[in-house]
Structures are given as C-alpha cells and as structure tokens.
C-alpha cells in the first residue's frame, strides 16, 4: 500500500543559490507531506566537476576548477551558518574532495567518486536551510540505500537491495523528519560510489518513492511543467496539464530534457503520480503524470536530442543470415551502450545512439568500432539530431493533419514509425533541426 508521503526533488537551478535554496525550503514548509527532500548539485558544479574527470586538465587548471566549485558552494554559505554536525561533515567531505579531485589520474570508480561531491555539498546546506525556516531535518547519504551495480558513470539500480536498505537506514527517520539527501549518486555493493549518469537527480527521486511506497514525486525545475516543446526554442510552446505515463516515458526519452528517461520507470512500476513544477513560481502548478490519464490521440508534443551518432553496419553476409543482428547487440551490450533506433534492410542495419557532450564518457569507444569491423563495414556520422513526436494513437496518414505532407518538407535522414504508436521519430541534420521543431510545433501543434 502505497504511504501519504511526497518525495520531492530540486534541481541544479532550483539550489543554485540561497535566494533559490531559500525558496524551495518554503515549498517544503508549505506542504506537510514532503518527507523526502533529494537535491541536485547547484547549477555549474557538476560540469566543472566532469571537466575533472575528462582528465585533460593539467595541475593548475585542477586546482581551478576546484576553486572553481567551492566558490558556488561558499557563496551560498555566506548567507547560510552550518549547525556544527553539518559543518562537520562539510569540512570532512571537503579534504575527500579537495584529496581526490588533485590526483593526476583517476580511475572509473575515483572518477564517479569526484563527480559525487555536488550533491553531497548541497545536501549539507539544503539541510540547514530548512532547519532556519524551523522545519526538523536531517541529511542522510543516499548512497546508504540507493544500492546499484558497478557500472561506474551509468549505474543501474538494484531495487531490491534499495528497498531493504530504505526499510532500514531510511523509513525510521520519516516520522520525525524530513530527511535531505543527494539525487544522481548510489553505492554499489562494495560501498563505491556510484553515479545515475547525467540529470540523474529525477531518477533518484523516483527511485526513493519506490523503495518507501511514496504516493507522489514532486520535481521542482526551472520551468512551470512539461511543456509541448522546450520552451526556450518556441515562445509558443505551451504546458501540458496531463500526461500518461507513456507519453512522458516517451518525451524524456526523446529529448524533453525536463525529465531524466529514466525517471518514469520506477513511478509507473508502483503507481506513484509524478509532478513537475517551477520551483520559481509554486503558485503556477504544473504537469501531472499519471496512470489514470485518459489520453487524447494525436500529437501532443514535439522533442529533440541533439548530438546522435548513426552507426551503419552492412554487411553482404547478412543476406539470408541468421544471427547477424544478435552478434552485434551483443557487442553492443558488452561496451553498455544502449541503442535508440533501429530500421534494417537485407544487408545493412543502421543505429542510432546518444553522444550528449557533457556526458562523463563518451557513448561510443574505439574498441567497440574494432570489434564492429571484424565481421561488417562500418560507418560513423555525427552531427545529427534526432526530433520526435510523442503522443497516442499516431498515424502517418489519416486524423486532422497528414503527417506524410508535413514531414515531406524537411531533408530527413531515417525514419522510424511503428514500434510504437506514441512516437514518430526521423533524424535530420543538426544544423536544421532547430528550424524542424519549431515547424512542426507551428504546423500541428499551434492551431487554436
Ligand atoms: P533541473 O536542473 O531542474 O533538473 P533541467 O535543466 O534538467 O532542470 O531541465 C529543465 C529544462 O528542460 C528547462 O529549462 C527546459 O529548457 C528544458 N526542456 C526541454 N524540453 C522541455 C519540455 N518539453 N518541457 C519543459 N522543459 C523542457
Ligand atoms: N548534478 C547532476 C547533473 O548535473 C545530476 C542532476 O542534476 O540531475 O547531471
Ligand atoms: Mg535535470
């Protein structure tokens, strides 16, 4: 049965600083059922922080991006005095830091422990910043229940070892408190730390109101809810009361940056409502993501992702060949890299796969090109972008609007309809898609 409990998560720009900090802290006061804080590192950190761990930075250049982090962190102390069992563990946490973001090489797990300092920071001041407004709050380290594999940079979750270590280190403190902790970050079975992979702060929350049965996620961001299209590419994008949980698994995977992909697995496992928000402007209210939805067909929102690799493999002994296409995803598989699209012909196959340039390592290595080419021709393009669009019941012919005629007018590189009837995705030259999103949000998604 699922608890009253509201687990709600605030992002890079949402802690940025104190004036933010102190305005979520209000959300939290406002609202009883809010047990479970989980907060991002503030905004910048954890780009300078990869810049750490992409190792081309001599000495000195560490040593500045080290300043370069603690200086957010001490701006926002400047208005906030750490309670002495906080400012304890900021100091210690502090030395790790400063001790292992000066090593002149890092392995993959030292790497995932550099990148964890942004929310292990802000999770100390959050904590104080409540305990001000008079709210009981205690900071935990998350990485005490959220238990992953070892996949360092990428993690994934073991749910189960997340829900028996929620039981104990977690669930007792929910009476009394609210309890602070850091999004993105887990420990694998060794107690290494771990990391979710980029924007992985929505996830955690979600993952946390799994483990304590929560009854709803609350993700406070930058932005009023999940809106048609990113907001900042088309002034006329518009926010979306109500998504199912498809349509919303749908939008993050293809590019609504809004929402980690992940994030909806875990809600949509127990049933727990999702809600995003503008930590900004409270008062705004904002998407609802749900079972229950009853979804309206046709297009209800267009995204994209920018930086996609097509990898096209052909290979003449395909023809009539079985397990071609097995040899290459278990290849695939073995280097973790997760595939997006797939369209095959008798003796080709092409994918497509992410390559975001603020990732902590690249999605496609040299390795995996070599052992591709033992057995296909294999060929790399970059610079492309893959625009999706995501709603229920799509059809290319027939509704209101023809796609076919809409679509016809863009140079599109590969197509995919099919699979599922929530999305329709092409690829298209990154350098146009820009332009691609905001016709398509024009032409299907701005009529009155
Ligand atoms: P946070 O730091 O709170 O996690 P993010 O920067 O990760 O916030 O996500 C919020 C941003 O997502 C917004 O500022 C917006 O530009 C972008 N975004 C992209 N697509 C969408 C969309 N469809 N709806 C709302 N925001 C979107
Ligand atoms: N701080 C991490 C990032 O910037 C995780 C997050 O904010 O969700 O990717
Ligand atoms: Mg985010």
Redesign the pocket.
Known sequence: MNSQYVVAKF??TSVADYTAMHRCAQIINDDPKVRVVVV??SAG???HLVELVQQKADEAQRELLVDAVMQIQQRILDSVSLDADLQCGFNETYTEFKEIALLPALNKQQCDEVLSF??RFSSFIFTQVLRNLGVSSVRLDIRDVLKTDSNFSKATPDITATEVAALEHLQPLLEDHVVVTQ??IGSDKYGQTTTLG?????YSAALIAEAINAKSVHIWTDVVGIFSTDPRLCSKAKPIARLSFDEAAEMATFGAKVL?PATILPASRKGISVFVGSSKAPEQGGTWIEKETQSQSGIRAVTQRKNQILLTLKSPEMLLASGFLAKIFTILSSYNISVDLVTTSEISVALTLDNAPNASRPELEQGCLDELGEFCHVSVENNLTLVAMIGSEIQLRGGDDCLVDVLSEFDIRLICHGASRHNLCFLVEQSSSDAVVQAIHQKLLEVA
């Open positions: 992002g890079g991002s590192a950190v954890t780009n942004g929310e999004g993105f980029r924007g992985g702060s929505d980690h």
